[in-house]
């Protein structure tokens, strides 16, 4: 494995960490740091928003996020599972729109309250 030098994102301090070969980190100010660069060399996971269609509410989309980070390299499929969704008023915040998203073990979650409209 190669070694990179990148800036870790767990708060804003952002700092700059090198992870040579050996998964070895440095430039970390906490220990949350190293474990973000050694996951990020190994198995880069991010956070997924986006948004759902939705049938009778409010607006003609709802925002969904997943409840924690999915590998990067499952993002694009991601997307393409969120485009099929079809939801139907109503929603409330925080339900389960998919569980075990992709399989996962994290969940699709709706981060807004979408009542019917009449
Ligand atoms: S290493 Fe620690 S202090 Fe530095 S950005 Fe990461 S979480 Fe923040």
């Known amino acids: 494995m190669e070694s990179r030098d990148l800036i870790c994102i767990v708060c804003p301090r952002g700092c700059h960490l090198h992870v040579d070969e050996n998964l070895n980190v440095t430039g970390n ?10 996951q990020e060399v190994t198995n880069p996971t991010r ?3 986006s948004t759902v269609r939705i049938d009778k509410a ?3 989309l709802c925002p969904v996020r997943t409840n924690g980070a999915i ?3 499952k993002l694009q499929e991601a997307m393409e599972e969120i485009n099929k969704i079809h939801l139907v008023a109503p929603v409330s915040i925080g339900q389960v729109i998919v569980k075990d998203f992709l399989q996962t073990g994290i969940d699709l979650i709706a981060t ?3 009542p019917i409209v009449e």
């Open 112 to 114: 807004r309250e979408m």
């Open 47 to 49: 956070v997924l928003t």
């Open 29 to 38: 100010f906490c220990p949350r740091g190293a474990a973000y660069g050694k």
């Open 71 to 73: 590998p990067k390299g």
């Open 58 to 60: 409010i607006f003609p």
